[in-house]
């Protein structure tokens, strides 16, 4: 063995990983995810829940349940199947509304998170001549900034100056809206700037630091609400690590009459969501990072129940979003469901909801304040060890502040030198490297332990020797 470290020396003086993990009344839901092991069969150190969760031991059974059924069955699944495939995807409705603090009727589990950003932007990224601008963050997920820049495109006059798309309600019906802003063919604003350029309002930190202040937030909204169509904010960034203060946010988009939705791919699971009392008007998320629900899981959206009813919003339209009762009638008209069911286009892939079930069921046993509070602890201690290991070469960028993270710290490597993550990888550990100079590490209170952390720190420091 080594000689003892400083890091060693000093945390000698704390309660041990140990006894935190005997006192942690979640500690058995570890028993009931497959952790990794390597070569030697000892379990690997598993932080890369934010990018993959991992898999519940009773995954595989949800799944082949499906799978017996269809081979006996065939069609007839759609009904007799032991969980029918019909009415599936409500099976995961209650326990996914209560992952996000929803009513069952805001949220509903279909396609994948970007294609749900796509399908809420065409309901609730309405831009007209006045009020056309987007608020994001700078540095937010490419994804999601790939999303928002071709919604700002569609909207706007394509090259040679023919609108592509307007928005305004569909019906005439609707009266009360500002008709002389909803002028179908309006150009924007903008002269030699981009369609881009003049829409998009980036969030940036202010000179020498890495995350945002609220209140920078709240005073752009101030400044530039009344040309703000939509606030469009990740619930947690995902390179930062920074948890956004999504009720003062929204609070403060709606006083200046924008709407307002959160990605919550890194929120969802991770933190504990009100996102109906908070009033959020809409988000989406997907389920394979701390939801746990395998590759390419099914993801979720949420819609406030104040626009349930709202059918006059554009939406794009397909059978599974049509009322069940008159589903199978096949007639020519959509009517579409109420609620965020009305916004489901095509009937569910159920082996996928088997998983996503599965994964569920655990959150309902577990809880979301209990996960919430382990994980502040687990992330407490994370960033304690770190703080020991006290070497400039490393720096935590994600807030300090336990409400302004969730699970993830964000460790800054100076001089971007990535060979430190190289070996952590080496030694067992699951991080991630970011671009330019971040090693992602999440600890996941559902799974990990602060045995895990520990070690973590351990083998950390020791590469820094
Ligand atoms: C993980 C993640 C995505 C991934 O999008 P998919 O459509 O699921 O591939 C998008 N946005 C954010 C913020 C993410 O964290």
Known sequence: MHSKTRFQAMTDQ??????????????????????????????LIYFTGNSLGLMPKKTPEYIAQDLRDWEKLGVEGHLHAKNPWLPYHEFVTEPMARVVGALPIEVVAMNSL????????????????????????????????????????????????????????LSERSAGGDAEN??????????????????????MPRPGESTLHTEDILETIEREGDHVALILLGGVNYYTGQAFDMKAITEAGHKKGCVVGFDCAHAAGNLELKLHDWDVDFAAWCSYKYLNAGPGGIAGIFVHERHARSFDLPRFAGWWGHEKETRF???????????????????????????????????DQAGTSNLRAKSEKLTGYLQFLLDQIGDDRISVITPREPSHRGCQLSIRVKNADKSLFEKIATRGVFADWREPDVIRVAPAPMYNSFDDVYRFTEILADCLE
């Open 14 to 43: 704390i309660e041990t990983a140990s006894e935190m993990d005997a006192e942690d009344s979640l500690r058995s839901f570890r028993d009931l995810f497959a952790v990794p092991v390597g070569g030697d069969g000892n379990e």
């Open 114 to 169: 970007t294609v749900n950003l796509h399908l809420m932007m065409v309901s609730f990224y309405r831009p007209t001549r006045e009020r056309y601008k987007i608020i994001i963050e700078k540095g937010a997920f490419p994804s999601d900034q790939y999303a928002i820049e071709s919604q700002i495109r569609f909207h706007a006059h394509n090259a040679e100056g023919v609108t592509t798309n307007y928005s305004w309600p």
């Open 182 to 203: 909803q002028t179908p063919g309006y150009s924007w604003p903008l002269e030699e700037k981009s369609p881009t350029a003049a829409t998009l309002i980036e969030l």
């Open 329 to 363: 009638l096949m007639g020519p008209e959509f009517k579409p469901l109420a609620g965020a069911e009305g916004w489901q286009i095509s009937n569910p892939p159920i082996f996928q909801l088997a998983a996503l079930r599965a994964s569920l069921e655990i959150f």
